[in-house]
């Protein structure tokens, strides 16, 4: 358990009509600070920590104090846990982080007694904003990326066929679902469906993989929680030499984060991902967002894409503390606040869709390449502009509810 304190500026501000008493805002923070998922929840934490660093004035008078809780294991079992003593013993007015979504589905009843806004920051599981009112994302639905790379696997890729290995658990069974619709509907066949295990652990992905080599698909989409379990999927890939037999990878942004991707090798090559978020994406927001991580870091620690979004994130609920004055006991003002909330940030454009409560940005196909540095890093070769969760367009299972 760790609490920081970040403070503002001035208690008191004095403006022509008197003084406006400057508010404290207590937001709890919910990331897995241990355990074979720790990399992910520090990704996010980082991108938190500079954004108050950088942009604690931009609320002055007011100011934030962050309470930071280990989220744990991905069953949303000591989430809920820590969560929940987050609102009744820390009395935070908004809830924050969420790397798993068994976590997030877990806090959803409880944030809508409470009244309390959650902000999701990654978890990814379409219909979780379809469970609480009181909850906002800024990150991504799986059908995001998954959706729209399953007519790029198809049309562009030249994927007849395609294999899918997934970790078995609600975001892995959310992509895979959201990438056979489009590659189906684009006139693809998916051929098999293989659950890869929990989250829990790194498995051994061999296995999984050399069934799925031996049925010889043109394409293998894998879904898995970034991280460690991605260093995994290429060694295991490279070491069956798949490229090499005709099975291209491909999948969500997951299978390459910036932060492990210098540590792939040449097996990561050629990989095609669809995704919001590279180091490489060619903006003034994200080459700005890398030299203030680099400077705060060191010149060997990357951001990724939990990283975007976490920046993003803090800035969304910075913006809406100073759009409410720093009065945010109302959690219902506070979502209202936070529909239709668009800015330009390291992603891009992004919105949160005010029907919804998800967030809008655009996907972009990456491909694999070793730069002239030497190097590994993506290049674009494809972009579906403004990009909204296609699942609850389509009103696909629970995302219809």
């Known amino acids: 358990m760790r609490m920081l304190r970040w403070l503002g500026l001035a208690a008191l501000a004095f403006t022509a009509g008197g003084t406006a008493q400057a508010e404290t805002v207590k937001i709890g923070v919910v990331l897995p600070f241990s355990g074979a998922n720790a990399d992910l929840g520090h990704q996010i934490d980082k991108a938190f920590d500079l954004y108050i660093k950088l942009h604690a004035k931009d609320i002055a008078p007011h100011k934030v104090e962050i309470i930071k809780r280990d989220e744990g294991p991905p069953t949303g ?6 969560a929940t003593e987050l609102i009744t013993n820390d009395k935070v007015q908004i809830l924050t982080g969420f790397v798993f979504s068994p976590s997030a589905i877990a806090m959803a009843p409880v944030v809508t007694q409470a009244k309390v806004p959650m902000v999701i920051a990654n978890a990814g599981t379409a219909w979780i904003t379809n469970l609480s009112p009181y909850i906002v994302r800024l990150s991504f639905s799986m059908w ?19 294999a899918v290995a997934y970790t078995d658990f609600p975001p892995g069974k959310d992509s895979t679902e959201a990438f056979k619709t489009g590659f189906e509907k684009a006139g ?3 051929t098999e469906s293989i659950p890869m295990g929990s989250p829990v652990q790194v498995p051994d992905f ?8 031996d049925a010889k698909p043109d394409c293998m989409y894998v879904f898995i929680p970034s991280g460690a379990h991605a260093t995994g999927v290429m060694k295991a890939y490279g070491e069956l030499g798949m490229r090499k037999a005709g099975v291209k990878l491909i999948g969500p942004m997951d299978l390459i984060p910036d932060n492990k991707l210098q540590d792939m090798g040449d097996a990561a090559i050629g990989t095609i991902v669809m995704g919001h978020y590279a180091v490489d994406l060619a903006n003034a927001e994200n080459k700005a967002f890398n030299e203030a991580w680099h400077k705060e870091y060191g010149k060997d620690s990357y951001p990724d894409f939990m990283s975007a979004a976490g920046w993003d994130t803090m800035h969304a609920i910075f913006d809406t503390i100073k759009k409410l004055n720093g009065q945010v006991a109302d959690g219902a003002k506070v979502i209202d606040a936070l529909k239709g909330w668009k800015t330009t940030g390291p992603r891009g454009q992004v919105m949160i869709d ?3 409560r998800d967030i809008v940005q655009d996907e972009h196909a990456m491909e694999v390449i070793r730069k002239p540095d030497g190097k590994l890093g993506v290049k674009i070769v494809g972009t579906t502009k403004q990009v909204k969760d296609e699942c609850k367009a389509l009103k696909i299972g629970r995302c219809g509810s």
């Open 354 to 356: 005010p029907d919804t």
């Open 77 to 82: 079992a000591q989430a809920k846990t820590v």
């Open 144 to 162: 995001h990326p998954a959706y729209p790379m399953g007519a790029y696997a198809k049309d562009k890729i030249g994927c007849k066929t395609a």
């Open 188 to 190: 693809g066949k998916v």
């Open 206 to 213: 061999t296995p999984f993989f050399s069934k799925i080599k």
